[in-house]
């Protein structure tokens, strides 16, 4: 693609940055059929093809966002489903990251869209603060039907459907400290405890722990961990987001300075995407460019740092039929496909994927607050297909895609890490069926 940016304009890196990832697109469009706004809504604007016009004509033309751009970017889930097919290598994650920072600095939003998106921001990164809403979200659940009546309302409502009925208690394990391995010394790492997920469900992280624990690998939770940053950069907020991933980067330098580290284990594949990006992020830091790079190379999804581990066989074959749902951040953002479904099968599960399992569940961070009514779409067209498999339980590795298919799913949605403990001599996650015992019985 042509492009004609003034070179006063390419002095800006960002503009840069852009202006090299928009002349890599054709605009063959073979994007907008793997799109799942596309594929819902039928319409070349909220295509990635479309997208990348707009953000084009916005950023070559120096114009602050309008309303028709807003409308376009914000319906994106930046599920990366684009990034997958593009032949072409668009970074299209790049581009639509500093649409949004542009739109964040030059637009400004209906007060009740800028109140939404503050309280967000100033919560869900936060446990506590999260575990204090989820609790008070409790008291305004009666008044859903009443908010989903009123347009602007709609995020509040699709906040309190997906409050859980009851939070877990805080996990000892997610405290700062270091789990010694179980026997010889197999390896050493850091696991990110994150922020929605330790408050969601606290026992993703410590099934993992005791996993790796007892596979013989020393687990660190290294003081001064906190969100990755993802979902405040999904917003635009940058300055939020590379608050995070210094913060970040500075805890695992200290834990990789005091004893080494092997990977940085991330057990939900959101966060991961974007801490194997924070050497992009933070590449014009010169205090932070290397030690970030060093930090995204070593960060691993926990079933990418299994696949390459000699796992011992598992305890028990539990015969379990499993739907995997690939999230869009594990398949798209980090392209980790195969090993999650070979852990499984090899820990003795039948694995069946899903039809159209390109497509997003429609979670993407806040998308299913902010964006509720298209989410709900692709959440029902992702349940029917998982449902169709004839599975009993669903697993996956993003604790948003297992909140969203849990709101509508008949059967479970867990972690993969739960199965792959259970099959491993840990404990039968709730609600799954073991179909060994049930054969023999
Ligand atoms: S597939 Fe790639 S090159 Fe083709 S229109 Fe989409 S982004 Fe551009
Ligand atoms: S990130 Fe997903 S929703 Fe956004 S343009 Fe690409 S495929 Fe479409």
């Given at each position: 693609m042509q492009t004609s940016f003034t070179p006063a304009q390419l002095a800006d890196p960002h503009v840069a940055e852009s202006e090299k990832i928009l002349r890599?697109?054709?605009?063959?469009?073979?994007c907008t059929a793997t799109c799942p706004t596309y594929v819902t809504l039928g319409n070349e604007l909220d295509s990635p093809r479309g997208r990348i016009y707009l953000i084009k004509d916005m950023l070559e033309n120096g114009r602050p966002a309008d309303k028709e751009i807003v409308t376009h970017i914000d319906r994106c889930l930046s599920c990366l489903a684009c990034m997958t097919t593009c032949p072409s290598g668009v970074n299209y994650m790049h581009l639509v990251d500093h649409a949004r920072a542009h739109i964040q600095e030059t637009y400004e939003r209906p007060m009740l869209d800028r109140l939404t998106r503050a309280m967000l921001a100033f919560v869900l990164p936060y446990p506590t603060r999260f575990r204090a809403a989820l609790k008070l979200a409790k008291l305004g659940k009666p008044f859903i039907g009443l908010f989903e009546k009123l347009p602007a309302l709609k995020p509040l409502a699709a906040m309190l459907k997906l409050a859980p009925a009851s939070i877990p208690a805080a996990s000892p394990m997610a405290a700062p400290g270091v789990h010694a391995g179980q026997g010889a010394k197999k390896g050493r790492v850091a696991i990110l405890t994150g922020c929605a997920q330790s408050v969601l469900d606290p026992a993703i992280n410590d099934t993992t722990i005791s996993l790796l624990t007892r596979l013989g690998v020393e687990v660190v939770v290294p003081?001064?961990?906190?969100?990755?940053g993802a979902l405040v950069h999904h917003m635009g907020r940058e300055e939020a987001a590379l608050a995070s991933a210094r913060q970040n980067v500075d805890a695992w330098m200290r834990a990789i300075d005091q004893g080494g580290l092997d990977a940085i284990i991330i057990t939900a594949s959101g966060c991961g995407t974007t801490i194997k990006d924070y050497g992009f992020m933070l590449r014009l830091d010169p205090a932070y460019a290397d030690k970030a790079a060093r930090v995204s190379a070593l960060a691993k999804d926990i079933t990418e740092y299994l696949a390459a581990f000699d796992m011992p066989e598992p305890v028990r074959k539990p015969g379990t039929v499993v739907a995997y749902h690939s999230a869009c951040s594990m398949q798209?953002?980090?392209?980790?496909?195969r090993q999650p479904k070979e852990l499984l099968a090899k820990a003795g599960f039948i694995v069946r994927e899903p039809r159209e399992g390109h497509l997003c569940c429609g979670s993407a961070g806040t998308y299913n607050i902010l964006q509720s009514e298209i989410s709900a779409k692709l959440r029902d067209r992702k349940v029917k297909n998982i449902e169709a498999t004839g599975a009993s339980i669903v697993a996956t590795g993003n604790i948003g895609c297992i909140t969203q298919i849990a709101s509508a799913a008949s059967m479970p949605v867990v972690h993969t890490i739960k199965l792959l403990d259970w099959a491993y001599g840990g404990p039968k996650p709730?609600?799954?069926?073991?179909e060994s015992l049930i054969a023999a019985e």
């Amino acid at each position: 693609m042509q492009t004609s940016f003034t070179p006063a304009q390419l002095a800006d890196p960002h503009v840069a940055e852009s202006e090299k990832i928009l002349r890599k697109c054709v605009h063959c469009g073979f994007c907008t059929a793997t799109c799942p706004t596309y594929v819902t809504l039928g319409n070349e604007l909220d295509s990635p093809r479309g997208r990348i016009y707009l953000i084009k004509d916005m950023l070559e033309n120096g114009r602050p966002a309008d309303k028709e751009i807003v409308t376009h970017i914000d319906r994106c889930l930046s599920c990366l489903a684009c990034m997958t097919t593009c032949p072409s290598g668009v970074n299209y994650m790049h581009l639509v990251d500093h649409a949004r920072a542009h739109i964040q600095e030059t637009y400004e939003r209906p007060m009740l869209d800028r109140l939404t998106r503050a309280m967000l921001a100033f919560v869900l990164p936060y446990p506590t603060r999260f575990r204090a809403a989820l609790k008070l979200a409790k008291l305004g659940k009666p008044f859903i039907g009443l908010f989903e009546k009123l347009p602007a309302l709609k995020p509040l409502a699709a906040m309190l459907k997906l409050a859980p009925a009851s939070i877990p208690a805080a996990s000892p394990m997610a405290a700062p400290g270091v789990h010694a391995g179980q026997g010889a010394k197999k390896g050493r790492v850091a696991i990110l405890t994150g922020c929605a997920q330790s408050v969601l469900d606290p026992a993703i992280n410590d099934t993992t722990i005791s996993l790796l624990t007892r596979l013989g690998v020393e687990v660190v939770v290294p003081p001064g961990e906190g969100c990755c940053g993802a979902l405040v950069h999904h917003m635009g907020r940058e300055e939020a987001a590379l608050a995070s991933a210094r913060q970040n980067v500075d805890a695992w330098m200290r834990a990789i300075d005091q004893g080494g580290l092997d990977a940085i284990i991330i057990t939900a594949s959101g966060c991961g995407t974007t801490i194997k990006d924070y050497g992009f992020m933070l590449r014009l830091d010169p205090a932070y460019a290397d030690k970030a790079a060093r930090v995204s190379a070593l960060a691993k999804d926990i079933t990418e740092y299994l696949a390459a581990f000699d796992m011992p066989e598992p305890v028990r074959k539990p015969g379990t039929v499993v739907a995997y749902h690939s999230a869009c951040s594990m398949q798209h953002g980090q392209k980790i496909t195969r090993q999650p479904k070979e852990l499984l099968a090899k820990a003795g599960f039948i694995v069946r994927e899903p039809r159209e399992g390109h497509l997003c569940c429609g979670s993407a961070g806040t998308y299913n607050i902010l964006q509720s009514e298209i989410s709900a779409k692709l959440r029902d067209r992702k349940v029917k297909n998982i449902e169709a498999t004839g599975a009993s339980i669903v697993a996956t590795g993003n604790i948003g895609c297992i909140t969203q298919i849990a709101s509508a799913a008949s059967m479970p949605v867990v972690h993969t890490i739960k199965l792959l403990d259970w099959a491993y001599g840990g404990p039968k996650p709730d609600g799954v069926r073991d179909e060994s015992l049930i054969a023999a019985e």
